[in-house]
């Protein structure tokens, strides 16, 4: 599985977007980038997942690079709500390999 | 729609005993991975079944196993408990090995 790179903590205000880094320069041709988050004292929840094109959903966004090394989840309305670890994984039909994630922060 | 179900939420045993924990896909999915998740390893794979056949394994000692059922129900077991057994265990499905997986709260087991 690639190996992903991403910042350790960021903050967002509230109401404003939530813009999530993530490197995968290693990703291969049938690897699916994952965006997963977990809340504290809960299971990690699915947000999205893409494989070149861009995707949206009711959650977030996901902005892939043309070359596919790196990838953007978009939290357009951050809410307190949103506070939690973000992962980012890429993944072909293998099983997910958890990074240490983004803490987000969301600031009222 | 039911999501994943874990049971129990929270167990306490001492070393040397066993365990098994259980897990009840969403309905429809057929494909169950089981992770460990502890602060200084973070999230770790331990299995995966699809179908009744396990798929994959991670890098855990024997003491861990686990089997799936023909209705897609998953258990895992672990034999002789350590202290560093002590983790959040988390299990996730889908409808198949290449689709995204959907976990459940987990299952905290603390070994005294």
């Not at chain 1, 494989?51 to 790196?70: F, P, V, W």
């Not at chain 1, 709500?81 to 009222?108: E, H, Q, W």
């Not at chain 2, 002590?86 to 996730?92: G, I, R």
Request: glycine share 8%.
């Amino acid at each position: 599985d690639a190996k992903t790179t991403q910042p350790t903590s960021m903050d967002c205000a509230e109401g404003r977007a939530a813009n999530l880094p993530c490197n995968h320069s290693t990703i291969s041709g049938n690897e699916y980038v994952y965006w997963y988050r977990q809340i504290h004292s809960q299971g990690p929840q699915y947000i999205i997942h893409g494989l070149k094109n861009n995707e949206t959903n009711e959650m977030a966004s996901l902005i892939i690079t043309e070359d596919r090394k790196s990838s953007t989840l978009i939290l357009p309305h951050a809410t307190l709500r949103d506070t939690a670890v973000y992962y980012c994984m890429a993944s072909g039909n293998t099983p997910l390999v958890f990074g240490k994630g983004t803490r987000l922060s969301v600031i009222a | 729609k039911a999501g994943v179900t874990q049971t129990p939420r929270y167990l306490i045993k001492t070393r040397g005993q066993q365990v098994t924990l259980s897990c009840s896909p969403i309905s429809g999915h057929r494909s169950v991975s089981w992770y460990q998740q502890t602060p200084g390893q973070g999230l770790q794979f331990l299995f995966e079944y699809f179908s009744e056949t396990q798929r994959n394994k991670g890098n855990f000692p024997g003491r861990f196993s686990g089997r799936q059922f023909s209705n897609s129900r998953s258990e895992m077991n672990v034999s002789t408990l350590e202290l560093g057994d002590s983790a959040l265990y988390l299990c996730a499905s889908s409808f198949a090995p290449d689709q995204p997986q959907h976990f459940g709260d987990g299952t905290r087991l603390s070994i005294l």
